[in-house]
């Protein structure tokens, strides 16, 4: 290389680094040090009387995860995670591939005012929809005024140990349906239809083709919205703190809001530690979902 060549690189990247240089200045404030010094802080016995004093804490290694994983109201916090989780993600996906069928091939008048329609919860704010459905699920409520003119009394929704939970996930699952309506909508239309019509010109009815072709090809997409539904779902939190508070009984209690009821109470490095045990069991759960992604592929 000649050095005029040379002497214009490293002019280039000079200047490239220097217009980075605000970002990354204002990412490792606001990102690189909150994370280390969090990370710091879940080996220490941090509270909120050390703030003044960070430096004056005691190391106590990995006390403060094995306090968390052995605290009973953690246990009952990863409990209802998993069950938000689990029952959650398949109905979520159930319900989002119907509509992306629907959309793709049997619906053809008004189709952009549907995917409009079925899309418009995931752009609204989570808080508002949260309290909208607080008022839906309340004792007197819209559900329960509807029961009421078939003969049913509903229950108290959101402050039922038996329906607090499941009222949670409907809405949820209300609300994130159109985000992988709209991934698995662009899933179908890129799938070739040489493809299905020449598995319908070899006898294959609707089902058929559904089942071993366009399920097939469709995997490696339901796939990458499961992972991006379930990072979503493990970490759901602003509708218990807005509906339920976490009640009743905790029986709407996630890992999140347990993590920030233990920041809230002082607890500065119990908080830590347990943000990064939800922070493992996501990406094992992530790595897991995108090693079935590759494999399929």
Do not use: C, H
């Not at 508070?245 to 029986?251: A, R, T």
Request: charged residues 15%; hydrophobic residues 55%; aromatic residues 12%.
């Amino acid at each position: 290389m000649s050095k005029p060549n040379s002497e214009r690189r490293r002019r280039q990247t000079l200047i490239a680094w220097t217009f980075a240089a605000p970002f990354v200045v204002i990412f490792a404030v606001f990102m690189i040090l909150p994370i280390a010094s969090s990370i710091g802080f879940s080996f220490t016995d941090m509270t909120a009387r050390d703030i003044q004093t960070p430096f004056s804490v005691d190391f106590v290694g990995l006390q403060q995860y094995a306090d968390v994983l052995t605290d009973p109201e953690f246990q009952n916090a990863a409990v209802v995670t998993a069950l938000f989780v689990v029952v959650g993600i398949p109905v979520t996906v159930a319900l989002g591939l119907g509509l992306a069928l629907a959309l793709n091939s049997g619906i053809r008048r008004f189709r952009p005012i549907y995917r409009v329609a079925f899309y418009a919860p995931v752009v609204t704010s989570v808080v508002a929809v949260s309290v909208i459905w607080r008022y839906i699920l309340a004792r007197d409520g819209l559900l329960n005024m509807l029961l009421g003119t078939v003969g049913i009394e509903g229950p108290d929704w959101l402050n039922s140990t038996t329906w607090a939970l499941p009222s949670l996930i409907l809405m949820a699952v209300w609300r994130n349906t159109g985000t992988l309506m709209v991934i698995f909508l662009a899933g179908l239309q890129a799938i070739p239809p040489d493809i299905r019509e020449a598995a319908a010109m070899d006898g294959a009815g609707r089902w058929r083709r559904l089942r071993s072709v366009t399920l097939p090809l469709l995997r490696p997409t339901m796939l990458l919205g499961g992972v991006l539904i379930s990072v979503g779902y493990l970490q759901f939190f602003e509708e218990a703190f807005v509906m339920t508070q976490g009640g009743p009984l905790d029986s709407t209690l996630s890992m999140t809001y347990y993590t920030f009821n233990t920041f809230g109470f002082g607890d500065f490095a119990k908080a830590s530690a347990a943000s990064y045990i939800m922070f493992v069991v996501i990406a094992a759960v992530s790595v897991l979902q995108f090693r079935l992604l590759r494999r399929s592929t």
